[in-house]
């Protein structure tokens, strides 16, 4: 099978969520035998000199890469709201450069499948059918309108809410309208899947989770500082930053009042300023670490205060993978098939937070049976080489249904 794979960020090196989840599935369909071409945008915000990107990476996929300006700028997003209709979400990723990349790519190549990861390379859907008999798919990494939703009602600001709120609606009604112009989609949890077949979906569709390709973990170097809490996540993601400041202001100086040598540990790409300069006690902020793996096993007891997001939080599957103790917020474990008290914890209010972390820093065993069920979790349900199948078989029965 030939699969065009375009996306809306270059997918390696694999980062942070969105990177990993298609950089991994890249590599599950290359390692089951079918070929892939990568077409990425490379963008300001995870900016990758392609030249230095590993010479294997670049054979296996034939990598090809658009630069696109998507930085949000204050003139063009006043202008979009005044005298436009259209998402300003989406418009910042439509460029003819791309366009011209891709149909150039169209004419040269034939492909049996063109993946398209996320909602924000859809606009090219016209050009795909008008050069290519492809079958389309979308994998929708997220319900892209419910994060805006769920950031403009937790936002106190009226005016940054009311904007919020205009870009939710212009998101949901783009979102809604792409979702039957493609031959299928792989929403990555079956919650999504179940609210994109409620909202009309009419094209096949399943769901494909993120998987993990490196289960086995070397733990023999590793010492483990127990007990400690810590975050790690791309901190250019609103709300991960959205929900760190609610940790911090309304969580974190009750427990430190309980557990004076109790560290919380911040870690994670893109670092905001007021951040770095953090002078709060027992709050150790690193920045981008050096080897995430390392920091992960170093480290025991994970939180996710995520308040709003959706599809599945690629860091909370790292930490399972990784066997960690991890306390979430019910938005933050969406998509996931994990089960409270078994392997983790929910917490949805300060008070449900505290609980938790008093369960966690005094049971070390606890959190060793935590980690060792959510480890099992993974190998069970989150196999690359199964989840890829899954998908493989997906794109086979789509095929075959449309040539029978």
Known sequence: MKILQITNKVPFPALEGGSIAMNVITQGLIRSGHMVKVLAMNTPKYNVETDML?????????????????????????????????????????????????????????????????????????????????????????????????????????????????????????????????????AISQQDAEYLKQSGCRVPLIDIPVAVDNIEIDKRNSTIEFPSLFHLGSMNWMPNIEGIQWFLDNVWERVNKKYPYLKLYLAGRNMPEWMLQLKLPNVVVL??????????????????????????????????????????????????????GKNILIADTPDEFIRMIDVCISDENFCKTLGENARQLIMEKYNNAVVTQKLVGFYTSIIETYHG
């Open 54 to 186: 590993p010479a294997d990476y670049k054979k296996s996929t034939r990598i090809e890469t658009v630069f696109l300006d998507t930085r949000v700028k204050p003139v063009d997003a006043l202008m979009n709201l005044l005298f436009s209709k259209e998402s300003y979400n989406i418009a910042r990723f439509i460029s003819k450069e791309f366009e011209t990349k891709l149909t150039d790519i169209l004419k040269k190549e034939k492909f049996d499948i063109i993946q398209l990861e996320m909602l924000f390379v859809t606009p090219y859907i016209e050009v795909i059918r008008k050069y290519s008999d492809a079958k389309i798919i979308l994998r929708a990494h997220n319900v892209e309108h419910f994060i805006w939703e769920r950031m403009a009602a937790n936002c106190r600001n009226p005016l940054k809410k009311f904007y919020l709120n205009i870009l939710a609606k212009r998101l949901k009604i783009f979102e809604t309208e792409q979702i039957n112009k493609v031959d299928g989609i792989a």
């Open 287 to 340: 920045g981008e670490v050096e080897n995430a793996s390392d920091f992960l096993l170093s480290k025991s007891v994970m939180i996710v205060p995520l308040l709003s997001g959706s599809g599945m939080r690629v860091k909370i599957i790292e930490g399972l993978t990784f066997g960690k103790a991890i306390i979430s917020t019910t938005i933050g474990a969406e998509g996931i098939e994990c089960e409270h």
